[in-house]
């Protein structure tokens, strides 16, 4: 299962992105979908998570700003970044579980990546 994030860029203090993700192969079901981020130099910090019924949970520093959402039918999540701030500042993953439809196995896949810079 492969991940592809889009959608990062350079906006200034109190702009708008919004990241996507979708998942592609060999898919019978997604369960879980999450954004995180990575500040260099620092550890990777959960950002949202989304259940494939849609409950949402988000870290507090992003609660009131960002929202997530996900296409169930085009097996993609995606990130709504609203009133941004330089502390934003982060290459953003996403990340997918759930089982294959070839075997039934389950899959834990992070997407590759996309930056995004907040300037003051």
């Known amino acids: 299962v492969q991940l592809q994030a889009s959608g990062g860029g350079l906006v200034q203090a109190g702009g708008s992105l919004r990241l996507s993700c979708a998942a592609s192969g060999s898919i019978l079901s997604i369960n879980v979908m999450a954004w995180y981020r990575q500040i260099p130099g620092k550890q990777r910090e959960l950002v949202a998570v989304i259940s494939n019924g849609g409950s949402a949970n988000y870290a507090d520093s992003v609660k009131g700003r960002f929202t997530t959402s996900r296409d169930n039918a085009k097996k993609t999540v995606y990130l709504q970044m609203n009133s941004l701030k330089p502390e934003d500042t982060a290459v953003y993953y996403c990340?997918?579980?759930?089982?294959?439809?070839?075997?039934?196995?389950?899959?834990?896949?992070w997407g590759q990546g996309t930056l995004v810079t907040v300037s003051s």
């Open positions: 990340k997918a579980d759930g089982w294959m439809a070839d075997n039934y196995d389950t899959f834990n896949s």
